[in-house]
């Protein structure tokens, strides 16, 4: 069994980062398919094989699943009527053949989408973001001018969805833990991620939080101050 699974850190005391399993069996797309994910922000638990893909649906409660259905030890169709049947997490099924009938045959064992191999990273992204907003299911959490959905994976200013990726929402979660306080950027990389820091990674991130913040008209919360760090305010009068 092949675990990718990022340490414990305050950012998931701030946001419920979407678990995903990857159940795959080719090392390369493993690999691959692991950093995209946990680029973007998602903890992520691998197996190479069905039956241990099973036992980590019932261990690791995930959010998605991703399943190949070309696996060495169970066939496709025991393996989605078998997950179906231990969670309600959508299924979404990486398959290389476009066939109806093979399609309409795993939607009615219980899977929820496809992705075709070789895969578009951005459509398989898409996909995946689209399944865990509709599965959502809990309170909204309100900061200021923030409403803050953790099974949604969605954070609002103003009632207006920012969209953003779950490594955003992440860095957005962490600075709203206190609000309108500067945060070290090391420290800042470190929470959001534990195993692999990356400065130009952050800045990144920063910027494209900073624009989607601007483009709802909040572009004055998010504040930098050079060899000082960062913050978020939850409105105008949380500057500290």
Not at 84 to 89: F, H, I, S
Request: include cysteine; glycine fraction near 6%; charged fraction near 25%.
């Amino acid at each position: 069994m092949t675990m990718h699974t990022p340490r414990t850190s305050p950012a998931d005391h701030a946001i419920h980062r979407p678990h995903l399993l990857l159940i795959e069996d080719d090392r390369d797309v493993r690999r691959i398919l692991c950093d995209e994910l946990q680029l973007e922000g998602f903890h992520v638990y691998a197996t190479a094989t069905g039956e241990d893909g099973l036992i980590a649906a019932t261990q690791q409660t995930p959010d998605l699943i991703l399943l190949d259905l070309g696996l060495p030890d169970l066939p496709g169709d025991e393996m989605t009527r078998r997950l179906r049947n231990l969670t309600d997490a959508p299924i979404v099924v990486l398959t290389a053949t476009d066939a109806l009938q093979e399609r309409v045959h795993q939607l009615a064992l219980g899977a929820n989408d496809f992705v075709m191999k070789p895969y578009d990273p951005r459509e398989l992204l898409a996909r995946v973001h689209a399944h865990l907003r509709r599965h959502g299911r809990s309170a909204p959490l309100h900061i200021g001018r923030f409403t803050l959905d953790r099974q949604l994976h969605r954070l609002s200013v103003d009632g207006r969805d920012l969209g953003l990726s779950p490594t955003e929402l992440a860095i957005a979660s962490v600075l709203l833990e206190a609000p309108g306080q500067l945060m070290n950027r090391e420290h800042l990389e470190r929470v959001v991620w534990p195993d692999q820091p990356c400065r130009n990674a952050l800045n990144v991130h920063v910027s494209h939080l900073r624009a989607k913040l601007a483009a709802a008209g909040a572009g004055e919360l998010l504040i930098s101050v050079r060899r000082s760090g960062l913050a978020l305010l939850a409105d105008s009068t949380t500057a500290r």
